[in-house]
């Protein structure tokens, strides 16, 4: 884990200032930081053989992506903070492509910067908050649903690759 600019923890008990940063490149951090809303723009997007989504299914996976605050995880909740402090205040989905390729090895390239930077802890915290994004998405309820319709094959594909990339499976 990362510790705040004093080396102690916040009278909060979490650490104030997390160094996190600081261990990674501007093109790590740019990556670490912008692949969140990337994976929640192809969570979103309309795919062969997955459901159209809407309004509804994008808030919940920026409600997923605003969890990261409360994560036990100085990597997560800075990348959060770096997201949410950009000059909109809004996330970015990155460089808006929702191709799958290019996402897939984006998250392999990610897994790889964790692997060499990151505290393991940071790392799989990381990494599952990213995939929870992305299911967050495929699982919520459009408009008039009651009941959850369950996720489509190809969104269980979806996240099975996406766990895959990201080293989780």
């Known amino acids: 884990m990362s510790h705040s600019v004093a080396g102690e ?3 909060a008990g979490r650490r104030a200032a997390p160094l996190t940063t ?7 951090w740019d990556l670490l930081t912008s692949l969140p809303g990337r ?7 309309p795919g062969p053989g997955r459901p159209r ?3 509804t299914e994008g808030l919940a996976g920026l409600e997923a992506l605003t969890a ?3 994560f036990d995880s100085d990597l997560v909740r800075a990348v959060v903070s770096t997201i949410y402090a950009r000059p909109d205040g809004q996330p970015v ?9 290019d996402l897939l090895a984006a998250c392999r390239e990610a897994v790889r910067v964790l692997d060499r930077r990151a505290d393991p802890a940071d790392s799989a915290a990381y990494r599952q908050w990213v995939q929870s994004v992305a299911a967050r998405v495929c699982r919520a309820l459009p408009p008039g649903r009651v009941q959850p319709v369950g996720e ?3 969104d ?3 996240l099975d690759r996406l766990g895959d990339a990201l080293g989780l499976r």
């Open 9 to 11: 923890p916040s009278s």
């Open 22 to 28: 600081a261990v990674y490149s501007a093109a790590e």
């Open 39 to 45: 994976v929640l723009a192809a969570a979103a997007a």
């Open 53 to 55: 989504r809407g309004v």
């Open 68 to 70: 990261g605050r409360s």
């Open 93 to 101: 989905p990155g460089n808006g492509s929702t191709d799958l390729v």
């Open 152 to 154: 489509s094959p190809a």
């Open 156 to 158: 269980r594909r979806f």
